[in-house]
């Protein structure tokens, strides 16, 4: 590749997260204290650290090629830019995150429409007012720089906070009225540089190898042997990623299975493949599926 492919990866609570799922995608990333560009093991990309919040600003500008961010701040910033992958990795969690509308425990508010002439505080500010908008409800949105859990009720009446569990809302004594947005992390790329074929080619060998390590996370794959006669039995336990692969042995009255189930099925699986009659069961970790 001509040019290096420059590479977003975002600072700050996603960062570790990022790293993480690039090492299992093969890619090894080195953030060394205040520097803002952690090296790779890839001659092909150059990485710089940017706030999730701005990501979509600099590869919409084309500052850099290909950045990760979450939907939110994609929707939030109301760039163009090019969506190349889902990702969802963030914290413990494989769901989506959602920012939602919340109240006091103690205040009066039970929707959306209550809130008409008050104040929301919130960092995703363009959103907050598109939602309330839609629903013809007038109120004042207010950029809260940090700890917006902790504004209501003395500087603002509600909030819109992004939320995994909900228990930092609770913690705060918090109630939830509605989702206003699910959002994920993306894999998102200049609307330029996507055209250009080298470029485009990386940035999808990427998203195809960042999948295929989100596909193993929480995943093993599982071989055993079984004669012929107990395959159907065998078969019936396994819970299937697709079917399973079934290839014969040396003997013509045994086959070999290979297939991929969740790890936290694996105590409960393994014990019902023996009892269906298998045998040589060998649980393997994953590092990448790729569907």
Known sequence: MANKLRLGIPK???QDATIALFERAGWHIYANGRS????????????????????ARYVEHGAIDAGLT?????????????????????KRSRGKVRWVLAVPDESPYQRAEDLS??????????????????????????FSWGAT?????????AIVEVTETGSSLKANRLRILETVLESNTQLIANKCSYTDRDKRRK???????????????????LMLNVRKQNLTRVLAVLPA?????????????????????????????IPRLKEAQAEGIVEYPLNKVVL
């Open 70 to 90: 979450g939907l939110d701040w994609v929707i939030e910033s109301g760039l163009e830019v090019a969506t190349v992958a889902d990702l969802i990795y963030a």
């Open 149 to 157: 859990e902790v504004k209501p009720p003395m500087l603002a009446d």
């Open 117 to 142: 002439g008050r104040i929301i505080a919130t960092e995703l500010v363009n959103v907050t007012r598109e939602y309330f908008r839609k629903k013809d409800v007038e109120v004042k949105v207010d």
């Open 241 to 269: 990623l697709q079917k399973p692969t079934i290839s014969h042995l040396s003997d013509d009255d045994w086959l070999a299975v290979n297939t991929v189930i969740d790890e936290s099925a694996a105590w409960e699986v």
């Open 36 to 55: 803002y560009f952690p090296s790779i093991d890839d001659a092909e990309i150059e990485c710089m650290l940017i706030r999730a919040q701005e990501m």
């Open 12 to 14: 700050g609570s996603l």
């Open 203 to 221: 940035i999808d060998n990427l998203a195809l190898m960042l999948r295929g390590a989100m596909e193993a996370q929480d995943r093993v794959g």
